[in-house]
């Protein structure tokens, strides 16, 4: 399987597409006004302790205050608090009100929560993840083989010195490096980490200690492995800084990254924005004919899958199979391509042959292989829907590219003409008995005008003649289909 990293750059914006055999799998958007914050270090405040919650509120100088709960502190004798069930430790030992404290982001802000932070810091290279208050070596679950887990973890502790503390975690792009390119990077870490010790011992509250890598060097850092065929990029400047860091870091795949000179846009030549575009559509249709409904709310995600056009060939379980199928990969795609996170309920076709049912868990299982995020999958539950979460750090496509309408309130519906004219009729009536008015002058958009004077032409003259008093109407082009006003005159 071949894969592509696509980078575009403007001044304000900067786009990466990771495309797998001509297809876009997922699509990462960074603005300079919303920079992500995961990954940065900040020299906070605690402003409020929550013991019921066992939890806390740190301002570190962003809008909203963020969210530290007692799991994610070390405590102060150095150790980490992995008591979930809210077990010995209690948050009000571990911090008081106004104490400052160093913590990194570990969770952008999501809609109206703010970012949520840990004490526990750890920095990112190429190969390792370096944590300085732990002196243990981790070695990633998805390197596999024994005899690689063994022989990354005696080269780290070979390099490790006791007068250095800190320990290390090899990332799954460790595997098969040299022990030379795992002792540069455990050296870059450790001069990175005084760096960073040097900044927060004269920092205040709110400051930044430490900003992670900008998305263009922060996708080589992440994304870039043998897999990838080649990375190009629009932009001269990027493209140096890109290759300036690759020299340093990974120069056996500087042969990989390419400029793009071409005055067509990069991302139109493999047909991103067109995808982009279809990414932020509630209806996917499938190649079979059947189609997929995903729907994005604060608490979930759901799909609903449909046969649609697709009646199959050969019986009706076998329609539902295929579709099922099909769906199940077409869906792995769609949650990596638009970012979804949390919880995710999936309706697929009710099936009920029982190894159908796992041959679609198993493919949905399989396809999500590939993705970066961490993802958990239940068995088909009784009512026929399979629940799964997926790790989520960032904001979703649709709520970094869209908001909510203005006209709906991001409902997602309006109320009808019939509706509003008939809570016009109440208002009307509510208006003449409460002021003393020689008449009445109603203000509503073009649609319900328009039903109004026609089809509610007759309760209309009946109202007047209840009232006792005119109604006259004045079109508002500016009026929503909802908005309305009535004024006595």
């Given at each position: 399987?071949?894969?592509?990293?696509?980078?575009?750059?403007t001044?304000?914006?900067?786009?990466?597409?990771?495309?797998?055999?001509?297809v876009?799998?997922?699509?990462?958007?960074e603005?300079?006004?919303?920079?992500?914050?995961v990954g940065?270090?900040?020299?906070?405040?605690?402003c409020?302790?929550?013991p019921?919650m066992?939890?806390?509120?740190v301002?570190?100088?962003l809008?909203?205050?963020?969210?530290?709960?007692?799991?994610?502190?070390?405590?102060?004798e150095?150790?980490?608090?992995?008591?979930?069930?809210?077990?010995?430790?209690?948050?009000?030992?571990?911090?008081?009100?106004?104490?400052?404290i160093?913590?990194?982001?570990?969770k952008?802000?999501?809609?109206t929560?703010?970012?949520?932070?840990?004490?526990?810091?750890?920095?990112?290279?190429?190969?390792?993840v370096?944590i300085?208050?732990v002196?243990?070596?981790?070695i990633?679950?998805?390197?596999?083989?024994?005899t690689?887990?063994?022989?990354?973890?005696?080269?780290?502790?070979?390099?490790?010195?006791?007068?250095?503390?800190?320990?290390?975690?090899?990332r799954?792009?460790?595997?098969g490096?040299?022990?030379e390119?795992?002792?540069?990077?455990?050296?870059?870490?450790r001069?990175l980490?005084?760096?960073?010790?040097?900044?927060e011992?004269?920092?205040?509250?709110?400051?930044?200690?430490?900003?992670?890598?900008?998305?263009?060097?922060?996708?080589?850092r992440?994304?870039?492995g043998?897999?990838?065929?080649?990375?190009?990029?629009?932009s001269?400047e990027?493209?140096q800084?890109?290759?300036?860091?690759?020299?340093?870091?990974m120069?056996?795949?500087?042969t990989?990254?390419?400029?793009?000179?071409?005055?067509?846009?990069?991302?139109?030549?493999y047909?991103?924005?067109d995808?982009?575009?279809k990414a932020l559509?509630?209806?996917v249709?499938l190649?079979?004919g059947g189609y997929?409904i995903?729907?994005?709310?604060e608490?979930m995600?759901t799909v609903?899958v449909?046969?649609g056009?697709y009646?199959g060939?050969?019986n009706l379980?076998?329609?539902i199979?295929?579709?099922?199928l099909?769906?199940?990969?077409?869906l792995?795609r769609?949650?990596?391509?638009?970012?979804?996170?949390?919880?995710?309920?999936?309706?697929?076709?009710?099936?009920s042959?029982e190894?159908?049912?796992?041959?679609?868990l198993r493919?949905?299982?399989?396809?999500l292989?590939?993705?970066h995020a961490r993802?958990?999958?239940?068995e088909?539950?009784?009512?026929?829907?399979?629940?799964?979460?997926?790790?989520?750090?960032?904001?979703?496509?649709e709520?970094?590219?869209?908001?909510?309408?203005?006209?709906?309130?991001?409902?997602?519906?309006?109320?009808?003409?019939?509706?509003?004219?008939?809570?016009?009729?109440?208002?009307?009536?509510?208006?003449?008995?409460?002021f003393?008015?020689q008449?009445?002058?109603?203000?509503?958009s073009?649609?319900?005008?328009?039903?109004?004077?026609?089809?509610e032409s007759?309760?209309?003259?009946?109202?007047?003649?209840?009232?006792?008093?005119?109604?006259?109407?004045q079109v508002?082009?500016?009026?929503?289909?909802?908005?309305?006003?009535?004024?006595?005159?």
């Amino acid at each position: 399987m071949s894969e592509e990293i696509l980078i575009n750059v403007t001044p304000r914006e900067t786009r990466v597409a990771l495309v797998e055999n001509g297809v876009l799998q997922e699509i990462f958007i960074e603005r300079a006004a919303k920079r992500g914050l995961v990954g940065n270090i900040y020299r906070g405040k605690v402003c409020r302790v929550l013991p019921g919650m066992q939890a806390a509120f740190v301002d570190v100088g962003l809008e909203r205050a963020a969210f530290l709960h007692a799991s994610d502190v070390v405590s102060r004798e150095g150790g980490q608090d992995d008591n979930d069930d809210g077990g010995d430790t209690d948050i009000t030992r571990l911090l008081l009100e106004g104490q400052e404290i160093s913590v990194q982001v570990i969770k952008d802000p999501l809609g109206t929560k703010g970012a949520r932070l840990t004490t526990q810091i750890t920095i990112p290279s190429r190969y390792l993840v370096f944590i300085p208050n732990v002196g243990t070596v981790g070695i990633s679950q998805k390197i596999e083989g024994e005899t690689e887990r063994v022989r990354l973890r005696d080269i780290i502790q070979l390099f490790m010195t006791e007068q250095e503390a800190g320990g290390f975690i090899a990332r799954t792009a460790a595997e098969g490096a040299s022990p030379e390119a795992l002792r540069g990077d455990m050296m870059f870490l450790r001069k990175l980490w005084e760096a960073i010790s040097s900044a927060e011992s004269g920092a205040s509250h709110g400051s930044v200690i430490y900003e992670d890598l900008p998305l263009s060097i922060r996708v080589m850092r992440d994304l870039l492995g043998d897999r990838v065929e080649k990375v190009r990029i629009d932009s001269r400047e990027s493209y140096q800084r890109v290759q300036d860091f690759c020299g340093r870091f990974m120069p056996s795949l500087q042969t990989q990254i390419e400029y793009y000179p071409g005055e067509r846009p990069i991302f139109d030549i493999y047909g991103i924005e067109d995808e982009i575009h279809k990414a932020l559509e509630r209806k996917v249709q499938l190649k079979s004919g059947g189609y997929l409904i995903l729907d994005q709310t604060e608490a979930m995600s759901t799909v609903d899958v449909n046969t649609g056009g697709y009646v199959g060939h050969r019986n009706l379980e076998e329609t539902i199979f295929k579709t099922n199928l099909e769906a199940a990969q077409a869906l792995a795609r769609q949650l990596r391509l638009r970012n979804l996170g949390g919880i995710i309920i999936i309706d697929f076709i009710d099936m009920s042959d029982e190894d159908h049912k796992r041959q679609v868990l198993r493919a949905l299982e399989k396809c999500l292989e590939k993705d970066h995020a961490r993802t958990q999958i239940t068995e088909v539950s009784s009512l026929g829907l399979v629940e799964m979460t997926r790790k989520r750090t960032r904001e979703s496509l649709e709520h970094v590219l869209c908001e909510s309408c203005p006209t709906c309130s991001g409902r997602g519906t309006l109320k009808t003409p019939e509706t509003v004219c008939y809570e016009i009729f109440r208002e009307i009536l509510r208006e003449s008995r409460q002021f003393d008015a020689q008449q009445l002058l109603v203000l509503a958009s073009q649609e319900v005008v328009d039903l109004l004077l026609d089809e509610e032409s007759t309760s209309l003259a009946e109202l007047e003649a209840f009232i006792g008093k005119p109604i006259k109407f004045q079109v508002e082009a500016l009026y929503t289909q909802e908005q309305y006003d009535v004024v006595p005159l």
